[in-house]
């Protein structure tokens, strides 16, 4: 049980519906839409993408170990560190570590293999340019989650939202759709918006570390801008399913859950203590949970009324 709780904390699987929710919609989209769900298909995609996404937080945690940046973080009294902490404390050796991590990465692949067999190669599309990017976002050469020109921004709208949701309902119908692409936008820009927000809580030790986050880069004020310009990306690009008819008119009472968030914004100035910013964080990952959910229900009663 020990053992359990420790690779829940190591794997910070307590996020995982960030990945699960766009493996869902995408899932639900071909249901409400085509008439198709294969539950196995589902069950199996639902798998490989949890395990993906728990290798990318282990990777990530990895890399930033081998760099410095967890160390520095740790050290800090005022940044926050969002990991666990098993390697920078001993609690795991680097080796098992590592062990766990790479063996999430067999339990992703293995799940890529079979449904590419059942539906088609292109899968196999999805699934690597996936692991590369979780792979490459920490990990030499290219540590594109270090460079600090928005790549880091890029790749989450591309993991934890296009990939997952067109991946997902392409599986269960061996098609493309406009409609996919637009349903993936929404939770993939509220997914951005976590990653984005979760930098301000140790930027200062990400700049000493050389990890140029765009918090780095363009410091607190201008950040935090653009971090309000994802939030409303997020609920434009909502309506915009709603236009397209990607989601029913009802699925537009996710424009809500933005209420609190947005009050969140008026309580930080210009400069603020990383502690200053765990509301954001804790805002914008309830208001994706949410979303999230609002859009799953709305496909939900949209399959069923038809």
Known sequence: MDMLKQFMKASRIRVIPVMLIPIVMGSLAAYAWDGVFDVWLFLLTLIGAASAHLFSNMIN??????????????????????????????????KKFAFVTWLLFFIAAACGIVLSIFSGFEVMVFAVLGALLAYFYVAPPIRFGYRGKGYSELAILFSFGIL??????????????????????????????????????????????????????????????????????????LAVCVIQEALPVYALLGIVTAIPLYRVYGKLGNRNESRAYLPLMAGSLRATMQCGVIMIVSLLIQAFIQ
Not at 220 to 228: K, N, V, Y
């Open 61 to 94: 945690d990895l890399w930033d170990y081998y760099n410095g940046t967890d160390e520095a973080a740790h050290a800090s009294k005022d940044a926050i560190s969002t990991n666990s902490g098993y390697l920078t404390n001993g609690t795991w050796s680097v």
């Open 164 to 237: 997952p949701v067109v991946g997902s309902y392409y599986v269960q119908t061996l098609l493309l759709d406009t409609r996919a692409l637009l349903l993936s936008l929404p939770i993939g820009f509220l997914t951005t918006l976590i990653l984005f927000n979760h930098h301000f809580l140790h930027w200062q030790t990400d700049r000493e570390a050389g990890k140029r986050t765009l918090v780095v880069v363009w410091g607190e004020r201008i950040a935090l801008l653009f971090s309000q310009v994802l939030m409303y990306l997020a609920y434009c690009a």
